[in-house]
């Protein structure tokens, strides 16, 4: 089987321009679209083919690849690329989604004679610019060596959580995976809000947990935006985090559970993206305490 294939990237915004970028060290024939047109001008530069519209890029695509903000922007992409879709292409979908989206694109897929593969990604912009996301996916046994080099090339991992992409077993991955992510995030903002208030210094905070349980990469991470007023260029924007929080909210509601961690992370998310800084990043919920 040739592993070098025609891909259509539909969005190429932090993590879809990092995952074409990939797409095309390995070789692959890239396309790539998005509603901002000047976003496709510096991947050009690197190889790639500029469409005009989705339906351009989409054609004699083995693949497509979405990642695109949420699931009306991917309905509506995907339908303006039907006119030129291959029937049987590929669909991998790696926008992350609500858990009532999925049999809705399911449905779409099987309109406009694409075979999907579920495929949201756990990762920001810098293991997106490597290639090392971690791919989580669904999608039968026979479709899977089809795209394994497009998930080879954007992903370090695949973790396959079921067989059928209509089910949503990844995308309810990813939102346990995202719920977490923005727990820890939300977090690393109150403490160092508090550190502030009470005048300590959030290194001494720091030196505390410093090699025990309690320590964590990611909590540096966040807090070092914060102190370093790194928000920008962000690796998870508030507006893409507020999106998923309210996703992940809307998930447990509709399986009978009230998340307040949850829904306060997600209302701290709103008050920050009401300053002006959805496009920093999400470890700005850090201004929603003040």
Do not use: C
Not at 12 to 35: E, F, K, P, Q, S
Not at 119 to 133: D, M, N, Y
Not at 267 to 285: C, H, N, P, Y
């Amino acid at each position: 089987m040739d592993t070098k294939l025609k891909v259509a990237v539909l969005g190429t915004g932090i993590m879809g321009a990092a995952m074409a970028r990939n797409l095309l060290r390995a070789g692959h024939d890239v396309a790539v679209w998005n509603r901002d047109a000047a976003k496709t001008e510096p991947l050009a530069a690197d190889g790639a083919r500029r469409a005009t519209d989705p339906a351009n890029a989409v054609e004699a695509a083995d693949v497509v690849l979405t990642m695109l903000y949420d699931a009306a922007a991917v309905e509506e992409v995907i339908r303006a690329a039907a006119p030129g879709i291959r029937a049987g292409a590929a669909w991998v979908q790696s926008t992350t989604v609500g858990v009532r989206d999925v049999p809705v694109l399911a449905a779409l897929a099987g309109d406009v004679g694409l075979d999907l593969v579920e495929a949201p990604v756990s990762g920001t912009r810098a293991p997106a610019e490597a290639g090392q996301l971690l791919v989580l996916a669904a999608a039968p046994d026979a479709l899977r060596p089809r795209v394994a080099p497009v998930l080879d090339a954007i992903g370090a991992r695949t973790i396959w959580t079921g067989q059928d992409a209509a089910a949503g077993s990844a995308t309810r991955l990813k939102l346990v995976v995202n719920s977490w992510v923005i727990a820890a995030s939300n977090a690393a903002g109150e403490v160092v809000a508090l550190a502030e208030a009470l005048d300590v210094d959030p290194q001494q905070f720091l030196g505390v947990l410093d090699g025990g349980g309690l320590d964590l990469p990611y909590l540096r991470t966040k807090m070092g935006l914060i102190t370093g007023q790194g928000l920008e260029p962000a690796s998870f924007a508030v507006d893409t985090a507020r999106k998923d929080a309210h996703l992940i909210v809307d998930a447990a509601a509709g399986q009978g559970l009230k998340l307040d961690g949850a829904e306060a992370f997600a209302a701290r998310l709103d008050r920050v993206a009401g300053q002006g800084r959805d496009k920093q990043d999400m470890a700005a919920a850090y201004y929603a305490s003040r």
